[in-house]
């Protein structure tokens, strides 16, 4: 049992609650009164606790200033994770009772019982705050009723306040279907409600030791009506639109006004940063174009997305085992050190950094694709840290990264090669690491000082042939390096070779390797592309 609540027990609450979601993920799912991916809410919450449980991970031990507690630094992670990746009205709503959690004890030396009740009660706050036109019977309910019930606790015993606080929740959300008649026609109990009570029950198990066993709302109807109604909201608009906006607070007040005009189930939320923050806005509009718009004229809105509801008029099939939701979309963001790579990158569909790029640049990039899922090639030892760096900073503005670790053009053009979007993220992600390892690559330069490489000593204006970073050989002569070196490549087996010429490429040296491959392995298949690149005269893959 814990006496407080530190840094190590937010982490684990955030890993045992997200556990928790993931187990119901289709039950709640199955709460929704309207099956669309607004509504599907067990869903929604996984995926906004699992952007506040990868903030967490990336960064919970670094402190930005003394007068922020560990708890309360891990608590703010976890309520800034919450809302980059906050997805439908449950997710934003969740994210600011974390966000009203953090604040409330982020300059407490220490957790305990009534601190807990101060922050509930804030929470509460919070909750209520982000919803234009707060319904009961809703999410919102249920948290009110968890500050009430550790307020009637008492108590300074912080297990005693976490049980009181997650029993009331429990009653409050059996009442739903009593405040809400969309839930009493559908025979369910609120879904947001379901999955606050899940998160309520994973503290208690984290503070207490023991886990609360409650049996699991049943629906009061054993048939639903023919013809449901949404969640929240009225049914008279046809598009859900959420996004991102970096704005400053008048600018929100009034892009609040705008969109309240336009439609219902509005709700903006920032992460409480002073001056131009992060919000996440989320509307049901019919007029798209304005809604995205006004966010426009506000600020720099960015990960948009929209839901035509008509288009999810079916109810979703159950999630099996290991079954995670769909991205909202994917990109490629590749780095190429010629002009002629570009365009090769570009024909494949990814978004192009120029050579040796910086952080923010590569940053900016991740950001440029709109999409909630990029993949990073950084073709270089060197750039590949820099990558990683991008890929944590993207972190924080919602967007989920992968550096597949390539070392050169061609492995990034292997990988590329098999990108399938109808794979899920993760396995796609696998794919092409696997195929850009499959890729053997060599690179062929002048030397450019004396040096005693593994190939032996080598003068300034030697030719290097370099096969997987290491020196293979030394020679005088370009063309029959380069060929040399393909021939020891192709020893080892091969059926494609790939051909990149550089700036300084001499007329002709693609040519005769070409011609020589076709001689000495008539079997092999051969693609030569101009690159553009300098200091290489000649890229070389083999798959």
Same mark, same amino acid.
Request: charged share 20%; hydrophobic share 45%; net charge negative.
């Given at each position: 049992?814990?006496?407080? &609540?530190?840094?190590?027990?937010?982490?684990?609450?955030?890993?045992?609650? +997200?556990?928790?979601?993931?187990?119901?993920?289709?039950?709640?799912?199955?709460?929704?009164?309207?099956?669309?991916?607004?509504?599907?809410?067990?869903?929604?919450?996984?995926?906004?606790?699992?952007?506040?449980?990868?903030? *967490?991970?990336?960064?919970?031990?670094?402190?930005?200033?003394?007068?922020?507690?560990?708890?309360?630094?891990?608590?703010?992670?976890?309520?800034?994770?919450? &809302?980059?990746?906050?997805?439908?009205?449950?997710?934003?709503?969740?994210?600011?009772?974390? /966000?009203?959690? %953090?604040?409330?004890?982020?300059?407490?030396?220490?957790?305990?019982?009534?601190?807990?009740?101060?922050?509930? /009660?804030?929470?509460?706050?919070? %909750?209520?705050?982000?919803?234009?036109?707060?319904?009961?019977?809703?999410?919102?309910?249920?948290?009110?009723?968890?500050?009430?019930?550790?307020?009637?606790?008492?108590?300074?015993? +912080?297990?005693?306040?976490?049980?009181?606080?997650?029993?009331?929740?429990?009653?409050?959300?059996?009442?739903?279907?009593?405040?809400?008649?969309? *839930?009493?026609?559908?025979?369910?109990?609120?879904?947001?409600?379901?999955?606050?009570?899940?998160?309520?029950?994973? &503290?208690?198990?984290?503070?207490?030791?023991?886990?609360?066993?409650?049996?699991?709302?049943?629906?009061?109807?054993?048939?639903?009506?023919?013809?449901?109604?949404?969640?929240?909201?009225?049914?008279?608009?046809?598009? $859900?639109?959420?996004?991102? *906006?970096?704005?400053?607070? $008048?600018?929100?007040?009034?892009?609040?006004?705008? &969109?309240?005009?336009?439609?219902?189930?509005? =709700?903006? =939320?920032?992460?409480?940063?002073?001056?131009?923050?992060?919000?996440?806005?989320?509307?049901?509009?019919?007029?798209?174009?304005?809604?995205?718009?006004?966010?426009? @004229?506000?600020?720099?809105?960015?990960?948009?997305?929209?839901?035509?509801?008509?288009?999810?008029?079916?109810?979703?099939?159950?999630?099996?085992?290991?079954?995670?939701?769909?991205?909202?979309?994917? %990109?490629?963001?590749?780095?190429?050190?010629? %002009?002629?790579?570009?365009?090769?990158?570009?024909? $494949?569909?990814?978004? =192009?950094?120029?050579?040796?790029?910086?952080?923010?640049?590569?940053?900016?990039?991740?950001?440029?694709?709109?999409?909630?899922?990029?993949?990073?090639?950084?073709?270089?030892?060197?750039?590949?840290?820099?990558?990683?760096?991008?890929?944590?900073?993207?972190?924080?503005?919602?967007?989920?990264?992968?550096?597949?670790?390539?070392?050169?053009?061609?492995?990034?053009?292997?990988?590329?090669? =098999?990108?399938?979007?109808?794979?899920?993220?993760?396995?796609?992600?696998?794919?092409?690491?696997?195929?850009?390892?499959?890729?053997?690559?060599? $690179?062929?330069?002048?030397?450019?000082?004396?040096?005693?490489?593994?190939?032996?000593?080598?003068?300034?204006?030697?030719?290097?042939?370099?096969?997987?970073?290491?020196?293979?050989?030394?020679?005088?002569?370009?063309?029959?390096?380069?060929?040399?070196?393909?021939?020891?490549?192709?020893?080892?087996?091969?059926?494609?070779?790939?051909?990149?010429?550089?700036?300084?490429?001499?007329?002709?040296?693609?040519?005769?390797?070409?011609?020589?491959?076709?001689?000495?392995?008539?079997?092999?298949? @051969?693609?030569?592309?101009?690159?553009?690149?300098?200091?290489?005269?000649?890229?070389?893959?083999?798959?």
């Amino acid at each position: 049992m814990l006496d407080t &609540l530190d840094a190590a027990a937010v982490r684990r609450w955030c890993a045992d609650g +997200l556990a928790a979601l993931k187990r119901h993920q289709t039950e709640i799912d199955r709460l929704n009164v309207y099956p669309v991916p607004d509504g599907d809410t067990g869903t929604n919450m996984v995926l906004t606790l699992t952007s506040a449980q990868q903030a *967490l991970a990336m960064d919970l031990d670094t402190l930005p200033d003394g007068e922020v507690t560990p708890h309360g630094h891990a608590l703010r992670l976890m309520a800034r994770g919450a &809302l980059l990746g906050a997805r439908g009205n449950s997710g934003v709503i969740l994210s600011q009772i974390l /966000r009203g959690l %953090a604040d409330a004890t982020g300059a407490e030396p220490v957790v305990r019982g009534h601190a807990l009740t101060s922050a509930l /009660r804030d929470a509460t706050a919070a %909750a209520y705050r982000a919803v234009a036109r707060p319904v009961e019977g809703t999410l919102l309910s249920v948290v009110a009723a968890a500050a009430t019930g550790a307020e009637r606790a008492d108590t300074d015993d +912080l297990c005693a306040v976490a049980a009181a606080a997650a029993e009331e929740a429990t009653v409050a959300l059996a009442r739903t279907p009593e405040q809400l008649p969309a *839930l009493a026609r559908a025979g369910v109990v609120d879904a947001g409600g379901r999955g606050l009570c899940l998160l309520l029950d994973a &503290l208690v198990e984290v503070v207490t030791g023991e886990r609360p066993t409650r049996p699991t709302p049943a629906p009061r109807a054993a048939v639903r009506p023919a013809t449901a109604v949404r969640e929240t909201g009225s049914d008279q608009y046809g598009y $859900e639109v959420q996004f991102l *906006l970096d704005a400053d607070p $008048e600018a929100v007040d009034r892009l609040r006004d705008a &969109l309240d005009a336009l439609g219902d189930s509005l =709700v903006i =939320v920032g992460d409480g940063v002073a001056g131009t923050g992060t919000w996440n806005v989320h509307v049901h509009v019919n007029d798209v174009g304005a809604a995205i718009e006004a966010g426009v @004229v506000a600020g720099r809105p960015h990960g948009i997305s929209v839901t035509r509801f008509a288009d999810q008029s079916s109810p979703p099939a159950p999630a099996t085992a290991g079954q995670t939701a769909p991205p909202a979309g994917r %990109a490629a963001v590749v780095v190429a050190p010629g %002009a002629g790579i570009a365009e090769l990158f570009r024909g $494949e569909g990814a978004t =192009v950094v120029p050579g040796n790029p910086s952080t923010g640049e590569v940053l900016d990039a991740i950001r440029a694709s709109g999409a909630a899922r990029v993949v990073v090639l950084p073709n270089d030892a060197n750039t590949e840290a820099v990558a990683s760096a991008a890929a944590k900073e993207a972190h924080r503005l919602g967007v989920k990264v992968s550096v597949v670790p390539t070392r050169s053009p061609v492995q990034a053009l292997a990988a590329l090669a =098999v990108r399938d979007p109808g794979r899920r993220f993760e396995d796609d992600v696998i794919a092409m690491a696997e195929a850009a390892g499959a890729c053997r690559y060599a $690179e062929v330069c002048h030397a450019s000082r004396e040096a005693l490489t593994v190939a032996g000593p080598c003068q300034p204006g030697d030719v290097l042939a370099l096969v997987d970073g290491e020196v293979h050989l030394i020679g005088v002569d370009l063309v029959d390096t380069c060929v040399a070196m393909v021939d020891r490549m192709l020893g080892g087996g091969g059926e494609l070779v790939t051909l990149i010429s550089g700036a300084e490429a001499p007329d002709g040296l693609v040519d005769a390797v070409r011609a020589h491959v076709g001689r000495r392995w008539p079997f092999v298949e @051969v693609q030569a592309y101009p690159g553009g690149q300098p200091h290489y005269p000649l890229l070389v893959g083999v798959e």
